[in-house]
């Protein structure tokens, strides 16, 4: 076990919260890492991360970004979207920052190798919608510039496709809330487009 030493007395405190509580249920959590996403930092166990072996940080593809002098994993990323990113590993439920434009948000997710598939329940809609929006802006730029090619299509028809076949059956129940939600995004997204 590692000694306490005063200057960083508060810090440590709180680091053995987990410790006892993992103690109470006979777990004991095998190490704390450090993960600086462009200069900010997130701690967590690396149990954590290992909940999902087939994700970037649950592999050990996350050691060709171990930093030896700093002893500490750096992501030149998005550090607003790497929280839900590690919320999913804390949580196992992966949720959509209203804020986040949605390209940037998949961007992120792609990199870290989480599929937005697994997005819970509370976000999977505006999700979605987000994304059909999007895919609908993009068809009519294609439209209106023909000549011009989208790398990204493939994969956004991709997606597109995937939410054509709902795995949910709450899907219909909410069908009536979504076309109000979808023409205030539009609004929305219109009023945006002017500025
Ligand atoms: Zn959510």
């Known amino acids: 076990m590692q000694l306490i030493s005063g200057h960083n007395m508060a810090a440590g405190v709180a680091a053995w919260l987990p410790f006892a509580r993992a103690a109470a249920i006979g777990w004991m959590p095998d190490e704390l890492i450090v993960l600086n996403v462009s200069g900010r930092r997130f701690q967590t166990w690396r149990n954590t991360l290992d909940r999902y072996p087939d994700t970037l940080l649950g592999s050990s593809e996350k050691e060709f970004f171990y930093n ?16 839900s990113v590690l919320n999913f590993y804390r949580t196992g439920k992966l949720h959509y920052p209203r804020y986040e434009c949605i390209s940037s948000y998949d961007e992120e997710l792609a990199f870290f190798g989480i599929v937005p598939e697994i997005i819970g329940d509370c976000c999977y809609e505006e999700y ?14 294609q439209e209106d510039n023909k000549d011009a090619k989208l790398p990204n299509m ?24 979504l076309s109000v939600q979808r023409s205030r995004e539009k609004r929305l997204f219109s009023s945006r487009e002017l500025v």
């Open 128 to 141: 979605k919608d987000r994304k059909r929006e999007n895919a609908e802006r993009l068809m009519d730029d």
């Open 154 to 177: 493939t994969f956004r028809e991709t997606m597109w496709r995937a939410f054509e076949n709902p795995h949910t059956s709450t899907m219909g129940q909410r069908h009536g809330d």
């Open 68 to 83: 030896e002098e700093t002893k500490e994993y750096f992501f030149d990323r998005d550090p607003d979207v790497f929280r």
